[in-house]
């Protein structure tokens, strides 16, 4: 199993930027695909970004693109949300979430998330 922790989110001016991180438990984090998924008042929540076991592939929402940035460090079992160009669209809750590796890339399916973190963006 992994446990993850988000930190990172606030509160932040359309056209800004944030950089949210998740920390993950366990020595096996290499091994996961790791995702980021945002929840709005009101809203599905939604995916955002993955990022492959080496973080040499990495997917994203069409509604992100070119404005954030998925890497990670597996020698600090982190995952890391890169955000720029904030628009007040972003304002959602955002969760970090594991995919085990049999689950192939890119998953359909989670097995660990996070708490979340909220960003909010104002006008």
């Known amino acids: 199993q992994v446990q993850l922790v988000e930190s990172g989110g606030g509160l932040v001016q359309a056209g800004g930027s944030l950089r949210l991180s998740c920390a993950a438990s366990?020595?096996?984090?290499?091994?996961?695909?790791m995702g980021w998924f945002r929840q709005a008042p009101g809203k599905e929540r939604e995916f955002v970004a993955a990022i492959s076991w080496s973080g040499d592939s990495t997917h994203y929402a069409d509604s992100v693109k070119g404005r954030f940035t998925i890497f990670r460090s597996n020698s600090k079992n982190t995952v890391y949300l890169q955000m720029r160009s904030l628009k007040p669209e972003d304002t959602a809750v955002y969760y970090c979430?594991?995919?085990?590796?049999?689950?192939?890339?890119?998953?359909?399916?989670?097995?660990?998330w996070g708490q979340g973190t909220q960003v909010t963006v104002s006008s």
């Open positions: 979430a594991a995919a085990i590796r049999s689950r192939g890339y890119p998953p359909y399916e989670y097995d660990y």
């Open positions: 366990g020595r096996t984090f290499s091994s996961y695909v």
